[in-house]
């Protein structure tokens, strides 16, 4: 039976939760430097990324809810060949560990760009010790949740500044239509391919899939509800991704062709001193600080789910073994950004684009499982297979291109 207009959006939820996931610090900062170093060029990424986002976390969410597990499950049952399964779960657990702790990185980058914006001599070590000891606190007693929906609520009304600001800052309109449609790169071509995968892989993020296949199976109990979830996919991530965009435009038309290099939180906060002038900084330091403490636990929480869904575990988070997981996860995400953090916002720049290196992969699974002959009406139709098909061509060219560039930014950052 079809839902009202209503009912859609009161089942609004895990796509919500999918887009205020992947509007963290990677995606504020990927989106301020790009805007600012390239002006509104690169938006046709953010577009382009948007709607691949909303086809494959569609798919997630579609297999969730009719096989009524999770997408980790979902892999694991559907290889009947047991040497292949084995060597999917592998390539899985590989995949979710090395995207999870490049995303744990910025995250915890994240915090500290926010914390330095308006501490700029707080030492780093410090900061990265009080992140890792809350979130480790928050994640192992349970008490996570609660803490999360604060944080996240910020981060939203972070990006909903962002939104009014690009409004109010009289951007090029025509230059901005022509970065949607009209996909260019700059002349200096390895940075500029290195932004554009970032921009990418901020936003399709790789956990997201399993996290969007796990809330949609517990909240949508009746495979009648798709439609329900899938307006709740498009709406959310369509609004998720006109904010990164707006992110975007805010660093285009008040940063771009000044002779300001973007390195820290507070050269962030000159795309929004239109609308909030000396309250700025104060601004992006709390947005990135929640965004990224919020972040740190869903990447580490997510890696536990993925993995112990893949391995057929339980997934209780009381269980030891999904609690070693996340541990492993933000452990490394914190040496990780104390090691590699002479450079943050750079370092940010390289965990975005280090993902989305690793979509291809987890896309390929997802549209395996979608294809399902179990799933009946609602497995894959020529469209969506068509579409995922492209989406992952494309990607798997950029990512090509973006493994020069991905690897001069990685010796630089390691000092090599």
């Given at each position: 039976?079809?839902?009202?207009?209503?009912?859609?959006?009161?089942?609004?939820?895990?796509?919500?939760?999918?887009?205020?996931?992947?509007?963290g610090?990677?995606?504020?900062?990927?989106?301020?430097?790009?805007?600012?170093?390239?002006g509104?060029?690169?938006?046709?990424?953010?577009?382009?990324?948007?709607?691949?986002?909303?086809?494959?976390?569609e798919?997630?969410?579609?297999?969730?809810?009719?096989?009524?597990?999770?997408?980790?499950?979902?892999?694991?049952?559907?290889?009947?060949?047991?040497?292949?399964?084995?060597?999917?779960?592998v390539?899985?657990?590989?995949?979710?560990f090395?995207?999870?702790?490049?995303?744990?990185?910025?995250?915890?980058?994240?915090?500290?760009?926010?914390?330095?914006?308006?501490?700029?001599?707080?030492?780093?070590?410090?900061?990265?010790?009080?992140?890792?000891?809350?979130?480790?606190?928050a994640?192992?007693?349970?008490?996570?949740?609660?803490?999360?929906?604060?944080?996240?609520?910020?981060?939203?009304?972070m990006?909903?500044?962002?939104?009014?600001?690009?409004?109010?800052?009289?951007?090029?309109?025509?230059?901005?239509?022509?970065?949607?449609?009209?996909?260019?790169?700059?002349?200096?071509?390895?940075?500029?391919?290195?932004?554009?995968?970032?921009?990418?892989g901020?936003?399709?993020?790789?956990?997201?899939?399993?996290?969007?296949?796990?809330?949609?199976?517990?909240?949508?109990?009746?495979?009648?509800?798709v439609?329900?979830?899938?307006?709740?996919?498009?709406?959310?991530?369509?609004?998720?991704?006109?904010?990164?965009?707006?992110?975007?435009?805010?660093?285009?038309?008040?940063?771009?062709?000044?002779?300001?290099?973007?390195?820290?939180?507070?050269?962030?906060?000159?795309?929004?001193?239109?609308?909030?002038?000396?309250?700025?900084?104060?601004?992006?330091?709390?947005?990135?600080?929640?965004?990224?403490?919020?972040s740190?636990?869903?990447?580490?929480?997510?890696?536990?789910?993925?993995?112990?869904g893949?391995?057929?575990?339980?997934?209780?988070?009381?269980?030891?073994?999904?609690?070693?997981?996340?541990?492993?996860?933000?452990?490394?995400?914190?040496?990780?950004?104390?090691?590699?953090?002479?450079?943050?916002?750079?370092?940010?720049?390289?965990?975005?684009?280090?993902?989305?290196?690793?979509?291809?992969?987890?896309?390929?699974?997802?549209?395996?499982?979608?294809?399902?002959?179990?799933?009946?009406?609602?497995?894959?139709?020529?469209?969506?297979?068509?579409?995922?098909?492209?989406?992952?061509?494309?990607?798997?060219?950029?990512?090509?291109?973006?493994?020069?560039?991905?690897?001069?930014?990685?010796?630089?950052?390691?000092?090599?």
């Amino acid at each position: 039976m079809s839902s009202t207009l209503a009912q859609k959006f009161k089942n609004v939820g895990p796509g919500a939760l999918v887009a205020a996931g992947f509007i963290g610090p990677g995606t504020v900062t990927t989106c301020t430097v790009s805007g600012a170093s390239y002006g509104y060029t690169m938006l046709w990424a953010l577009l382009f990324a948007t709607v691949a986002t909303i086809i494959f976390q569609e798919m997630a969410s579609r297999v969730g809810i009719v096989s009524g597990k999770g997408l980790g499950e979902n892999i694991r049952d559907r290889i009947p060949n047991k040497a292949l399964m084995w060597i999917a779960i592998v390539i899985v657990i590989i995949a979710i560990f090395v995207g999870n702790i490049a995303y744990e990185t910025g995250n915890i980058t994240g915090g500290i760009l926010g914390i330095q914006a308006v501490m700029p001599d707080m030492p780093l070590i410090p900061i990265v010790i009080v992140l890792g000891v809350l979130a480790f606190i928050a994640m192992w007693i349970g008490s996570y949740k609660v803490v999360e929906v604060i944080l996240t609520a910020i981060v939203v009304f972070m990006g909903v500044v962002f939104f009014v600001t690009a409004i109010a800052s009289s951007p090029d309109w025509g230059a901005i239509a022509t970065g949607l449609f009209v996909p260019t790169l700059p002349e200096e071509g390895s940075k500029g391919i290195l932004t554009a995968v970032g921009l990418i892989g901020t936003t399709i993020v790789p956990y997201n899939l399993f996290l969007h296949a796990s809330g949609a199976s517990e909240r949508f109990k009746d495979p009648e509800q798709v439609s329900d979830a899938r307006f709740d996919t498009i709406l959310s991530i369509g609004l998720g991704g006109i904010i990164s965009m707006a992110i975007l435009v805010c660093a285009a038309a008040n940063i771009y062709g000044t002779d300001t290099v973007v390195t820290n939180g507070k050269d962030m906060a000159l795309a929004l001193q239109p609308l909030l002038g000396s309250w700025a900084t104060w601004m992006i330091g709390l947005g990135l600080l929640c965004a990224g403490f919020s972040s740190a636990i869903t990447a580490s929480f997510s890696a536990a789910y993925a993995v112990n869904g893949v391995l057929g575990w339980k997934k209780t988070t009381k269980d030891l073994r999904f609690k070693l997981i996340w541990i492993i996860v933000l452990l490394a995400g914190c040496i990780m950004a104390i090691a590699l953090g002479k450079s943050p916002t750079e370092l940010i720049l390289v965990a975005q684009a280090a993902n989305a290196i690793l979509l291809p992969i987890m896309a390929f699974f997802v549209i395996y499982c979608a294809n399902g002959k179990d799933l009946g009406k609602w497995r894959n139709h020529i469209f969506a297979n068509c579409a995922g098909v492209v989406i992952i061509i494309i990607t798997l060219f950029m990512c090509y291109r973006n493994m020069s560039s991905f690897i001069t930014s990685l010796q630089g950052l390691l000092g090599m």
